[in-house]
């Protein structure tokens, strides 16, 4: 394997960021980024704040499912304080962000499937997990946890080898995974940057997306819809053309390309 030894101080080094990384924790092996993060959160630690880690062993997905780690992957989660009404930019953030640091440091070209997994050639490279603490009209924080399938040889991982791919395997050869982690938090940082002036990203995101005006079959919850995913609304959600003409928007769940 790449000699790709990550640390705290080799990640901050790196940075020409003004916030996001200038606190990193960094653990060869934890339960969580997700938890490590949230803990973090709660006793107010700085906006930016960057929980990292070699390997996960109860990595968490979307929609309560797990999330393989194995040593040579990045998993990290951001501690954000945003308002309230950033939250619809932030699942569009973190995906723009990966799409533009996997480009950057590797030369590929990843879409979007909505809401916010990163493919590559059809496959799933990323995947992003936000959760927010919200009371009434405020946030108490939001945390970002991004998994980066980086040197990872998916032919060891039957179970995932059919959806998923890594930036590896897609390469021929191991990358640097600190080179993808600057760029990274770079990206996050130049768009919240953006988001917090008042900028949009609605449209960047949407002309990055695969899904719009393929077939699909989406999950939310315990309904599964199928129909021709139409388009995407300012705040995120997915509007869905079914069979019999109706529209229907859907603000989370999870999609399957049908062609
Ligand atoms: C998904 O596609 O289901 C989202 C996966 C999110 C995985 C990342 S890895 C870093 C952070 N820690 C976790 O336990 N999950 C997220």
Redo the contacts with the bound molecule.
């Keep these: 394997m790449m000699d790709d030894v990550l640390s705290a101080d080799v990640i901050k080094k790196g940075l020409k960021t003004r916030f996001i990384g200038q606190r990193v924790l960094y653990y060869p092996s934890v339960d969580?980024?997700?938890e490590v993060a949230r803990q973090e959160a709660r006793r107010g630690a700085a906006e930016g704040t960057v929980i990292a880690t070699d390997e996960?062993t109860g990595?968490?997905?979307?929609l309560k499912?797990t999330?393989l780690?194995p040593v040579g992957n990045i998993?990290?989660?951001v501690v954000l304080y945003p308002k309230l009404s950033y939250l619809p930019s932030l699942i569009m953030l973190a995906s723009l962000a990966v799409v533009h640091s996997i480009e950057s440091a590797t030369g590929l070209r990843p879409q979007i499937k909505w809401p916010n997994?990163v493919l590559i050639n059809g496959k799933k490279v990323c995947?992003?997990?936000i959760e927010n603490d919200v009371q009434g009209n405020g946030v108490n924080y939001s945390i970002m946890?991004?998994?980066i399938n980086a040197n990872l040889r998916l032919a060891d991982f039957p179970e995932i080898q059919t959806t998923a791919t890594s930036l590896s395997d897609e390469l021929g050869r191991e990358i640097s995974r600190l080179n993808v982690i600057l760029h990274l938090l770079g990206e996050i940082e130049r768009y919240y940057l953006a988001i917090s002036a008042g900028e949009s990203i609605y449209e960047e995101w949407r002309d990055k997306l695969v899904t719009p005006g393929k077939k699909v079959r989406v999950t939310a919850g315990e309904t599964t819809y199928e129909g021709i995913a139409e388009s995407v609304t300012r705040d995120g959600s997915l509007l869905l053309r079914g069979t019999d003409g109706s529209l229907t928007r859907i603000v989370a769940g999870d999609v399957t390309l049908r062609e």
């Design positions: 969580s980024t997700m996960q990595g968490r997905g979307r499912r999330w780690t998993a990290l989660s997994d995947g992003i997990l946890g991004i998994g």
